[in-house]
């Protein structure tokens, strides 16, 4: 294989260049110009770390270590964000039926609603994808599996 210095394999400085710019416009999309962030944020009325709580939870009580595992956050951190959802009257903490030691945070009928609202805002798609061909809709669909794999 051809070799080019300081580019590795021949065409891998192209290929890689145009993957830094496909990833870089992912993240203009989905952090600039779409804003999903401040979208759901204001939404909701909170920051979004608590509506990545909100989200986490949506799928079932958990303690909360396993939030912040989930969330990619700290322990002190997550009780937190848990102790202001429990104010808001979003989330409660029930005693845990497998240790009746520990305890779990639940979201209340109005987190749960909270929670859908968010993944409702998260989830639709900008009209600009619905615009596109239907092949690149598919492709897209098949690419983002790959990355996500």
């Given at each position: 294989m051809e070799r080019h210095a300081d580019k590795g394999p021949a065409g891998d400085d192209d290929i890689a260049g145009k993957a830094a710019r496909a990833w870089q416009g992912l993240n203009t999309?989905?952090?600039?110009?779409?804003?999903?962030?401040?979208?759901v944020s204001?939404?909701?009325g909170m920051s979004?770390?608590?509506?990545r709580a909100l989200r986490r939870l949506a799928a079932g009580p958990m303690s909360l270590r396993e939030l912040a595992e989930r969330m990619g956050s700290d322990p002190p951190y997550t009780t937190v964000i848990?102790?202001?959802?429990?104010?808001?009257?979003?989330?409660e903490r029930i005693t845990n039926p497998a240790d009746r030691r520990s305890k779990l945070v639940h979201l209340t009928e109005d987190g749960q609603a909270k929670a859908e609202l968010a993944i409702s805002i998260i989830t639709?798609?900008?009209?600009?994808?619905?615009?596109?061909?239907r092949e690149d809709i598919e492709a897209l669909d098949r690419i983002v599996a790959k990355l996500l794999d």
């Amino acid at each position: 294989m051809e070799r080019h210095a300081d580019k590795g394999p021949a065409g891998d400085d192209d290929i890689a260049g145009k993957a830094a710019r496909a990833w870089q416009g992912l993240n203009t999309l989905l952090l600039e110009r779409y804003q999903l962030r401040k979208a759901v944020s204001e939404a909701l009325g909170m920051s979004f770390s608590r509506v990545r709580a909100l989200r986490r939870l949506a799928a079932g009580p958990m303690s909360l270590r396993e939030l912040a595992e989930r969330m990619g956050s700290d322990p002190p951190y997550t009780t937190v964000i848990v102790d202001d959802l429990v104010r808001r009257g979003l989330a409660e903490r029930i005693t845990n039926p497998a240790d009746r030691r520990s305890k779990l945070v639940h979201l209340t009928e109005d987190g749960q609603a909270k929670a859908e609202l968010a993944i409702s805002i998260i989830t639709t798609p900008p009209d600009a994808l619905l615009a596109l061909p239907r092949e690149d809709i598919e492709a897209l669909d098949r690419i983002v599996a790959k990355l996500l794999d």
